[in-house]
């Protein structure tokens, strides 16, 4: 009798037992299931996620590019040497790039040796301009009283550019020049001033390096990239007629794109002056209200 219980007993506990097991792997089968279902639901909403944020970031560079605009190349002739001048005119011509020839004590038109007062006008004539050439070590207002008398001798006003020659920028003489009525000066980085800058502040301050300084190609192109301004000088020294055309070929392929303005340094900052009263008009509402939208979906995902 105890063997007939005993083994009864065995049989109840192991059939217990069997149906433990199965609950346990319809529990296993079930979680399984249920973590499957989370893991494709998580995905999907990673999924959704990424493509918020991608819309997002496509409005905002969209935006910003508008709101950007064109960057903006000067060219700056700092040699007047009369063959030199008419060298690299037809190039400039060709590429319709008007230059900005900088005029000092030095270097002033009918000089010997220097582009000639009517070569001088023509080229004004054709678009040109000009701006005085600062390169320290004298009184600057004395100087300045002196260039605009030059000036008015051959019929021109006084120009609201300065072109600072290397390592004579100072914050001092920017008062000084401020002081005179110049509103643009122009540097080559000095007193951690950028060469590329994106601002516009009065006064307009653009850097300023040789174009066939090193390292002048990737300025030029993070110009273009930052929507900046940037003013390459130019003179005998070192000068090659083929790399001097690769450079304004760079120059025609950024501008042939409409990232880049090319023309005087009055022409851009009217340029800059237009994009900021339209920057000022595009506070895009539309704009504002997607932004907002795509930022609450993102959090609620």
């Known amino acids: 009798m105890k063997k007939v219980l005993l083994g009864f007993l065995c049989i109840v506990l192991a059939g217990a037992l069997g ?68 060298q690299i005119t037809p190039a400039l011509e060709d590429a319709q790039i008007p230059a900005v020839m900088a005029l000092s004590t030095e270097q002033f038109p009918g000089q010997r ?33 002196n260039m605009t008398d030059q000036l008015e001798k ?39 001033l950028p060469l590329v800058d994106t601002e516009f502040d009065e006064p307009w301050k653009v850097g300023s390096m040789q174009w066939i300084a090193t390292g002048a190609r990737k300025c030029l192109e993070s110009t273009v990239e ?3 301004s940037l003013a390459f000088a130019v003179d005998q020294m070192d000068f ?35 994009l900021i009263a339209l920057q000022e008009q595009m506070q895009n509402e539309a704009y504002e209200a997607r932004v907002s939208e795509l930022k609450e979906e993102i959090e609620a995902v």
């Open 19 to 86: 149906f433990a097991i199965l609950q346990s792997k319809r529990e296993d089968q079930a979680q399984s299931l249920a973590l499957e279902e989370i893991s494709k639901n998580l995905n999907s909403l990673r999924e959704q996620k990424l493509e918020l944020e991608i819309e997002l970031a496509g409005l905002k560079k969209e935006n910003d590019d508008q709101m950007g605009g064109m960057a903006t190349f000067s060219l700056l002739i700092t040699d007047l040497n009369d063959k030199f001048v008419k």
């Open 240 to 274: 090659d007629d083929e790399e001097f055309t690769a450079m304004l070929e760079l120059v025609e392929q950024f501008r042939s794109e409409e990232t880049l303005l090319t023309g005087t340094f009055a022409a851009a900052m009217d340029y800059r002056k237009e």
């Open 113 to 145: 040796g220097l582009i000639k007062l009517m070569d001088f006008q023509q080229r004004l004539d054709n678009g040109w301009d000009y701006c005085l050439a600062w390169s320290g070590g004298e009184d600057f207002a004395g100087w300045y009283t």
């Open 226 to 228: 930052k929507h900046g």
């Open 154 to 192: 051959i019929g021109l006003a006084a120009p609201a550019v300065l072109y600072c020659a290397e390592r004579s920028y100072t914050p001092e003489l920017e008062t000084a020049a401020v002081s005179c009525g110049i509103t643009t000066i122009i540097h080559s980085g000095e007193k951690d």
